[in-house]
Nanobody, 122 residues
Framework: QVQLVESGGGLVQAGGSLRLSCAAN????????MGWFRQAPGKEREYVAV????????SYADSVKGRFTISKDNAKNTVYLQMNSLKPEDTAVYYC???????????????WGKGTLVTVSS
């Protein structure tokens, strides 16, 4: 069983920063990339960022480009999302995702985390 455990969510004022972490635990599993999605209240889940595990190539949704940075630590089996210049519209539950599919940036998700809530106040 693969478990993705997110942490780092919380309440922050607009313009502030947060760093999310996602640790992959459990049995050894194959992965092409890891990424982040988010779901705001009343909205569909949307793609935020993805990083390819082999070489660190990354991609971002237009809405977060220039403000968010995705990174990874292979030794810790962990992916991070550094979020700067946060806006109220970034408020959402953020989900970690793993894919073994090579579609880019990310289409098929094989494993999901349970999510961590980020609230940005104005």
């Amino acid at each position: 069983q693969v478990q993705l455990v997110e942490s780092g969510g919380g309440l922050v004022q607009a313009g502030g920063s947060l760093r999310l972490s996602c640790a992959a635990n459990g049995r050894t599993f194959s992965r092409y990339a890891m990424g982040w999605f988010r779901q705001a209240p009343g909205k569909e889940r949307e793609y935020v960022a993805v990083i390819r595990w082999s070489d660190g190539m990354s991609s971002y949704a237009d809405s977060v480009k220039g403000r968010f940075t995705i990174s990874k630590d292979n030794a810790k089996n962990t992916v991070y999302l550094q979020m700067n210049s946060l806006k109220p519209e970034d408020t959402a539950v953020y989900y970690c995702a793993v894919t073994d599919d090579s579609s880019w940036p990310i289409r098929q998700v094989d494993y999901w985390g349970k999510g961590t809530l980020v609230t940005v106040s104005s």
